[in-house]
């Protein structure tokens, strides 16, 4: 997103909005066809089998609290 707010010479809210969303739709695209081929362990992404500082169960915790206490 910012790449493209850099690139564009003039901001135009109609143009950046439908590039920002074809971004958000790729990206989207991508994380999903991720998840779904490999699952939401990440650890294949890494030579080493190592040990992760966040499981699903403890990011979805940390999020809903954080949601929670700044709100929506």
Do not use: C
């Not at 910012?2 to 971004?23: F, P, Y």
């Not at 294949?44 to 169960?57: K, M």
């Not at 949601?67 to 929506?72: A, D, N, V």
Request: net charge negative; aromatic share 14%; no cysteine.
């Amino acid at each position: 997103m910012w790449n493209l707010t850099k690139t564009l010479n003039v901001l135009h809210r109609d143009n950046w909005t439908i590039l920002a969303i074809e971004i958000i739709n790729r990206y989207t695209q991508e994380v999903h066809y991720i998840t779904k081929m490999y699952g939401w362990d990440p650890r294949y992404l890494t030579e080493e089998n190592e040990d992760l500082q966040w499981d699903f169960a403890g990011a979805l915790l940390y999020s809903i609290t954080i949601i929670t206490t700044i709100g929506q």
